[in-house]
């Protein structure tokens, strides 16, 4: 079975830590995307990898940067974590430019963080 | 801006009666459109998909949508509710970028609350 998998489910960090979540997937794909949920506002797009150590920003980069050093691991980063970022971190993975890979997301479970 | 809204936050519908989650969608071009279901505590997982062909799309589920290109509008419906069908429900539409890449843009969430 396909799986995209989070580190962790549940995170608690102080004010001003450095955060890092990682997500791993398992089905040789391409493109690797990072979203937060938050109620009311759906999925907004954080940042996106469509090869190895390529980036690009998605709708709010602002606070964040992630890594991209192996094609199965695309990882986030919170330089200096604030309260406004506690929310719900998913990971999602898809093949590259196909009509499947444009919809075809597989996703993780997800990562609640919550700074205080 | 391209972009999907889904003007119901909650939508009721009792066990066994037909139920229907509104999107309408707003792109350039011929749209790739897209519905994922988030059950409590998990990742988005993908149920179907309109890229060309019959406007009416079956998916995972028993769900269904239709595409209506005058409405710009791609419903989600099922003929009979069953309680398991309750989540979070998410629209979604491929956009395109600057320097031909592209990225799904997500609607805000309909919760579908079917009662026994």
């Known amino acids: 079975d396909v799986k995209v998998t989070q580190s962790s489910r549940y995170l608690v960090k102080r004010t001003g830590e450095k955060v890092f979540l990682e997500c791993v997937q398992d089905m040789d794909h391409e493109n690797m995307f990072w979203y937060r949920q938050d109620p009311g506002l759906g999925l907004r797009l954080i940042y996106f990898?469509?090869?190895?150590?390529?980036?690009e920003k998605g709708d709010i980069p602002e606070g964040y940067s992630v890594s991209r050093e192996k094609k199965e691991r695309f990882s986030l980063i919170l330089e200096s974590a604030s309260t406004n970022q506690t929310s719900m971190y998913l990971c999602?993975?898809?093949?590259?430019?196909?009509?499947?890979?444009?919809?075809?997301?597989?996703f993780g479970s997800g990562t609640r963080l919550t700074v205080v | 801006a391209q972009s999907v809204a889904q003007p119901e936050d909650q939508v009721n519908v009792a066990e066994g009666n037909p139920l229907t989650v509104k999107c309408t969608y707003s792109v350039s071009g011929n749209p790739y459109l897209f519905w994922y279901v988030q059950y409590p505590n998990r990742g988005l997982q993908f149920l179907l998909k309109?890229?060309?062909?019959?406007?009416l799309v079956k998916g995972s589920y028993g769900f269904e949508a239709e595409f209506n290109k005058s409405q710009t509008s791609f419903h989600l419906k099922k003929p009979s509710a069953l309680v398991s069908d309750s989540a979070l429900y998410f629209c979604?539409?491929?956009?395109?970028?600057?320097?031909?890449?592209?990225?799904?843009?997500f609607g805000t969430g309909t919760k579908l609350q079917v009662i026994p």
């Open positions: 309109y890229i060309t062909g019959d406007n």
């Open positions: 979604a539409v491929r956009v395109h970028l600057s320097g031909g890449y592209q990225k799904v843009t």
């Open positions: 999602a993975s898809s093949f590259y430019f196909s009509v499947e890979g444009a919809g075809g997301y597989t």
């Open positions: 990898s469509y090869d190895v150590k390529m980036k």
